[in-house]
C-alpha cells in the first residue's frame, strides 16, 4: 500500500516562502503516473484542491493562489512539489497531496502557518 509524507511546512511570516514536498512512498511508477493535486484544510475549513499537475506536467491553480504558488513533479523520484511565495496569513492550513481521482489515503499532512 502506498503512502503519501508531507513535509516542508513551518511558520513563517507574510510575503515569506516555503518549498513542500511529497513522496509517495511504495508506489510504483505505473500509480504515480496520475494527476496530482496539493490540497490545504484550514481550521473549521473543508479540504480544498489548490492545484493540480496532470502527467505530461500542465498545471492548474486555484484563483486564490494563481501566480503566486507552483506546483511540480519528479516522476522518476515519485516526488511532488509545491513552491509557495509571497505567503499570506489566509494560506494558513494544514497541506497534503493526493492524486485527483482514485485518490489514496491521505497523509498526515504538513502544517504551514503565516503570520501578519
Known amino acids: 500500500q502506498a503512502r503519501l509524507v508531507e513535509s516542508g511546512g513551518g511558520l513563517v511570516q507574510a510575503g515569506g516562502s516555503l518549498k513542500l514536498s511529497c513522496v509517495a512512498s511504495g508506489m510504483i511508477t505505473s500509480e504515480f503516473n496520475n494527476d496530482w493535486g496539493w490540497y490545504r484544510q484550514a481550521p473549521g475549513q473543508e479540504r480544498e484542491l489548490v492545484a493540480t499537475?496532470?502527467?505530461?506536467?500542465?498545471?492548474d491553480y486555484a484563483d486564490s493562489v494563481k501566480g503566486r504558488f507552483t506546483i511540480s513533479r519528479d516522476n522518476r523520484r515519485k516526488k511532488v512539489y509545491f513552491e509557495m511565495t509571497n505567503l499570506r496569513p489566509e494560506d494558513t492550513a494544514v497541506y497534503y497531496c493526493?492524486?485527483?481521482?482514485?485518490?489514496?489515503?491521505w497523509g498526515q499532512g504538513t502544517q504551514v502557518t503565516v503570520s501578519s
Open positions: 493526493n492524486r485527483v481521482s482514485n485518490r489514496l489515503d
Open positions: 499537475i496532470t502527467v505530461r506536467g500542465n498545471t
